[in-house]
C-alpha cells in the first residue's frame, strides 16, 4: 500500500492516474451512448432500456459509486497536475510533436475539464435528482429538450466533451507507453473518430428528442 500512495504522489503516477481514470470515462462515454441511442427508437424503446438499467439495483449503484470515485479523482488529479505545471511554467517540458504535438485539446484541457464539470452537475440536476415517481424518464428528457436553451447548451457541452476527449484519448496511450511513431498516428485517428462520435453522437440526441 505505501508503494501506491508514494506512486500516486509523483508525477508519473498523477499522470497513471488520469491515463486510468481516462480510459474508463472513455469506456462510460461508449456505452452511455450506445444506451441513450434507444431514444431514436421512442418512449417504449427508451423507457424499457432505464428500466433494465434499474433492475441491476444495488450494482446500478455500485457501479454509480465507482464512476463518481473515478470523477473525482480524475478531476482532483488533473487540477493538481494542471497547479504543478503552471508553477513550472518556465521549465515546460518539450513537446513531442509525433505523438500529437499542441492542438486545441492538449490547450484547452483545464478548462474543458472545469466546464465538463459544470455541465455533469447540470445534467444530474436535470436527469437523475429529479423526481420521476409519477412520470417516465422519457417524459422528464422530452420535457426538458422541449425547451430550446437546453437543446443549445447541450450540443455546445457535447463539443467541448468531443475536444477533450481528442486530446484525452491518445494522450493516456502515450502515459501508457504507447508512444511510438509507427501506432501514434492510429491511436490520434481513433481518438479523433471516438471524439467526433460522441460529440455528435450525444449532440443530436436533443435535437431529434425536441423534434418528436
Given at each position: 500500500?505505501?508503494w501506491l500512495i508514494k506512486t500516486a504522489g509523483t508525477s508519473v503516477g498523477k499522470k497513471l492516474m488520469m491515463a486510468v481514470t481516462g480510459l474508463a470515462f472513455c469506456g462510460f462515454l461508449g456505452?452511455?451512448?450506445?444506451?441513450?441511442?434507444?431514444?431514436?427508437?421512442?418512449?417504449?424503446?427508451?423507457?424499457?432500456?432505464?428500466?433494465?438499467?434499474?433492475?441491476?439495483?444495488?450494482?446500478?449503484?455500485?457501479?454509480?459509486?465507482?464512476?463518481?470515485?473515478?470523477?473525482?479523482?480524475?478531476?482532483?488529479?488533473?487540477?493538481?497536475?494542471?497547479?504543478?505545471?503552471?508553477?513550472?511554467?518556465?521549465?515546460?517540458?518539450?513537446?513531442?510533436?509525433?505523438?500529437?504535438?499542441?492542438?486545441?485539446?492538449?490547450?484547452?484541457?483545464?478548462?474543458?475539464?472545469?466546464?465538463?464539470?459544470?455541465?455533469?452537475?447540470?445534467?444530474?440536476?436535470?436527469?437523475?435528482?429529479?423526481?420521476?415517481?409519477?412520470?417516465?424518464?422519457?417524459?422528464?428528457?422530452?420535457?426538458?429538450?422541449?425547451?430550446?436553451?437546453?437543446?443549445?447548451?447541450?450540443?455546445?457541452?457535447?463539443?467541448?466533451?468531443?475536444?477533450?476527449?481528442?486530446?484525452?484519448?491518445?494522450?493516456?496511450?502515450?502515459?501508457?507507453?504507447?508512444?511510438?511513431?509507427?501506432?501514434?498516428?492510429?491511436?490520434?485517428?481513433?481518438?479523433?473518430?471516438?471524439?467526433?462520435?460522441?460529440?455528435?453522437?450525444?449532440?443530436?440526441?436533443?435535437?431529434?428528442?425536441?423534434?418528436?
Amino acid at each position: 500500500m505505501d508503494w501506491l500512495i508514494k506512486t500516486a504522489g509523483t508525477s508519473v503516477g498523477k499522470k497513471l492516474m488520469m491515463a486510468v481514470t481516462g480510459l474508463a470515462f472513455c469506456g462510460f462515454l461508449g456505452t452511455h451512448l450506445a444506451g441513450n441511442l434507444t431514444l431514436y427508437g421512442g418512449a417504449d424503446a427508451f423507457n424499457s432500456y432505464a428500466e433494465h438499467l434499474h433492475a441491476l439495483g444495488p450494482l446500478l449503484s455500485l457501479a454509480e459509486f465507482v464512476l463518481l470515485a473515478l470523477f473525482l479523482v480524475h478531476i482532483f488529479t488533473g487540477l493538481t497536475l494542471f497547479y504543478q505545471n503552471f508553477k513550472a511554467r518556465p521549465e515546460r517540458y518539450v513537446v513531442n510533436r509525433a505523438a500529437g504535438g499542441r492542438t486545441p485539446g492538449s490547450r484547452t484541457m483545464p478548462y474543458t475539464g472545469i466546464l465538463i464539470l459544470a455541465f455533469v452537475i447540470y445534467h444530474l440536476i436535470n436527469f437523475h435528482f429529479v423526481d420521476k415517481s409519477n412520470t417516465t424518464i422519457f417524459a422528464v428528457v422530452s420535457g426538458t429538450f422541449s425547451d430550446p436553451l437546453p437543446v443549445v447548451l447541450y450540443i455546445a457541452a457535447m463539443a467541448v466533451v468531443a475536444v477533450h476527449v481528442s486530446h484525452g484519448f491518445w494522450s493516456l496511450f502515450q502515459t501508457f507507453g504507447v508512444n511510438h511513431p509507427k501506432y501514434m498516428p492510429a491511436v490520434m485517428a481513433v481518438g479523433l473518430l471516438f471524439s467526433i462520435a460522441v460529440g455528435v453522437g450525444f449532440g443530436l440526441l436533443p435535437v431529434v428528442v425536441s423534434m418528436m
